[in-house]
């Protein structure tokens, strides 16, 4: 389903639109927009950005904040892939940061983005974690520890979803600074 409507600055709006996968297609500024069910996570999306809910999950409702400018947007509701670029959320420091909890999702870390032709572990051994989706912005290789190269690691290209279903460590190494979304689900 595609919506076109117009936000006046800092206005707040509830979207009765139903998915599992949300796309902010078209806008000049940011937006909020906060899952009504079945979670309440939220996200800040450019224009351009989505995000995916976990597998077998659908929202039923959404809450979209506009930005302090007033804009004219698009968005987008499916359950099939619509979109490329994922939602981000900032963190800061140099390690992984705090867990984020919804329910029993935790978005850890929201976002990683790699240092070029360096591997990084993007996904600490958890035993309670059931699966992890993540999402990479550039072609990357995936492997089960520190020594993964172009030539030992699992290829996956850019745009693509990574589905991890078990609990151990999880690196990643790329050409180039891709950025690295991750949502995980625990028991």
């Known amino acids: 389903m595609k919506l076109n409507f117009v936000l006046s600055a800092d206005e707040g709006r ?11 297609e078209k806008g000049s500024y940011p937006i909020r927009v906060k899952m009504l069910s079945p979670s309440s996570m939220e996200f800040e999306l450019e224009p351009g950005q989505g ?35 994922r939602a981000t959320i900032s963190s800061t420091g140099s390690s992984l940061p705090v867990n984020v909890s919804a329910a029993s ?7 990683v983005t790699l240092v070029p032709d360096t591997a990084t572990r993007i996904l600490e051994s958890v035993s309670t974690r059931k699966k992890a989706a993540v999402y990479f912005s550039a072609d990357s290789f995936v492997g089960v520890d520190a020594t993964v190269t172009a030539a030992t690691g699992y290829p996956v290209f850019a745009g693509s979803d990574w589905i ?16 690295i979304n991750i949502i995980e689900d625990h028991s």
């Open 14 to 24: 509830s979207v009765a639109i139903q998915g599992s996968r949300f796309y902010f």
């Open 51 to 85: 995000f995916v809910c976990l597998p077998d999950e659908r929202f039923g409702s959404l809450e979209i904040l506009n930005s302090d400018q007033a804009q004219s947007i698009t968005i987008v509701s499916s359950d099939r892939e619509i979109f490329d670029n």
């Open 105 to 111: 999702i935790r978005v850890l870390p929201p976002k």
């Open 164 to 179: 991890d279903e078990n609990s151990d460590e999880l690196w990643v190494i790329s050409a180039s600074a891709a950025v």
